[in-house]
């Protein structure tokens, strides 16, 4: 890393691929207006990264020396937002462009930074000018400022050379940046995994020896967290890296736990990302609530054996039960919207009803508005041979027919014959096995 910096390094036009054509209309027009107003206008961030790693740039943040209350006074479709970061938006249709005032890096007795007692900012507003505004960002490669009067990169940190070698670098003590933000120890992993970079031995070392610092991160932010790791497409290197940096930890103890002692659930896991990724490749739509269930199936699926013993209720009762406990459990870690944990536990708790394969139940379970989540985690299941194969090509083929095909299948059909290793029977050999055990 060099040192800190008044005067950047200046990257020619000629000798970087970013071009304006890379660059949004709409962020056009916001470089352009604040130029025009005599402002100093930087096009920063994601953007300016990805378009020098020949990727499809997709949000536009801008930062500039003017101050949010002038950048609204130009433009009538902006809006302040923020309290530790004072931001101004500006609405272009759906497009929004993020407008930042350069900030600096403010004492500890400052009024404008205010700090918790683990070393978080909870709120920061001073601002400042470009060169600190590039030191107080947290990795080299964000740090990059492409200047919309000449096309020009400015480079305060080393960061353009860091891109090209594809690493990702903390700018300043990797340990201190960590406990500014510990949020940033996921970042690094998601960056990593999406754009295929390696994370300095530095930033790995800061992380390893602080994930637990993440538990001081509020919960519901967290879950935004949770989605930006796992819906980008790039979910299954993502856990990996997690895991790797003791960091999957700390959003889901309970999973982490029985990956040790659970044969098959990482191939299971292994096989949701994967498919998951597949579907954001081919643009088709994921949801929470599906990766919620992959990584909290096990818990509940062994809390639910105790109950079944305990209870004496039948199992979809018991996935129920043990669904809404081990959520209430995970909600310490990462807040799980019920808009997510209801249909999640509806699609567990609907996993036994696969082995009903004739009759009138049979078809009002085709036809029950969580089938099509709870027919997807089933085959899943059946890829790692938790599910008979037979009887998820009896589901699949189920649903290949007209209504009247299927009132004759289910008429029919006299029951799944086979080796029905259905998920019951999974869990009576696994109770047999623990009061064994117990004995």
Not at 108 to 125: A, E, F, H, P, W
Not at 193 to 221: C, E, G, H, M, Y
Not at 229 to 255: I, Q, R, W
Request: charged share 30%; proline share 3%; with cysteine.
């Amino acid at each position: 890393m060099k040192s800190k910096s008044l005067d950047p390094e200046i990257i020619k036009r000629s000798e970087h691929n970013v071009s304006r054509k890379d660059i949004s209309s709409a962020a056009l027009k916001v470089l352009y207006r604040l130029d025009k107003a005599g402002y100093q206008a930087f096009l920063v961030g994601g953007s300016v990264r990805d378009a020098i790693l020949n990727l499809n740039p997709k949000d536009f943040d801008v930062a500039t020396n003017a101050t949010p209350e002038e950048v609204r006074s130009l433009f009538s479709n902006c809006r302040l937002i923020g309290r530790r970061f004072r931001l101004a938006h500006i609405r272009f249709g759906r497009e929004i462009i993020e407008v930042a005032t350069f900030r600096a890096a403010a004492m500890n007795n400052t009024d404008d930074l205010t700090l918790d007692i683990k070393g978080r900012i909870l709120r920061d507003n001073v601002y400042g000018k470009i060169n600190e505004d590039a030191w107080r960002r947290d990795f080299t490669c964000n740090a990059l400022y492409y200047n919309i009067k000449d096309s020009s990169i400015w480079d305060y940190v080393g960061g353009y050379k860091h891109i090209i070698q594809k690493r990702i670098v903390f700018i300043g003590d990797p340990i201190q940046r960590v406990h500014e933000d510990p949020v940033r120890m996921l970042r690094a992993v998601r960056f990593a995994s999406k754009l295929k970079l390696s994370i300095d031995t530095n930033v790995v070392q800061a992380i390893t020896a602080n994930s637990n610092l993440l538990s001081n991160v509020p919960a519901a932010r967290l879950f935004d967290e949770f989605l930006k790791l796992f819906h980008s497409g790039n979910s299954k290197a993502t856990f990996d890296l997690l895991l790797k940096y003791n960091l999957f930890c700390e959003l889901f103890p309970e999973t982490e736990k029985e990956l040790s002692c659970e044969k098959g659930f990482l191939d299971f896991i292994h096989a949701a990302l994967q498919n998951s990724d597949e579907r954001v490749a081919t643009s088709k739509s994921v949801t929470p609530m599906f990766l919620l269930g992959v990584f909290l199936w096990m818990p509940i699926k062994r809390l639910a054996e105790k109950k079944i013993v305990s209870e004496k209720i039948s199992l979809s009762q018991a996935l129920n039960i043990a669904a809404y406990e081990v959520v209430s459990n995970q909600q310490k870690n990462i807040s799980l919207p019920k808009r997510f944990t209801i249909p999640m536990r509806e699609m567990l708790s609907l996993q036994p009803r696969f082995k009903i394969t004739r009759g009138k139940r049979a078809l009002n379970f085709s036809n029950h508005r969580r089938f099509r989540a709870a027919y997807d985690f089933m085959i899943l299941l059946s890829k790692v041979g938790k599910v008979d194969k037979s009887l998820a090509k009896f589901w699949t083929d189920i649903q290949k027919q007209s209504k009247k095909e299927k009132l004759i299948s289910f008429k029919i059909n006299k029951g799944f014959k086979g080796k029905r290793k259905s998920i019951k029977t999974d869990m009576k050999v696994d109770i047999k096995k623990s009061k064994k055990n117990e004995s």
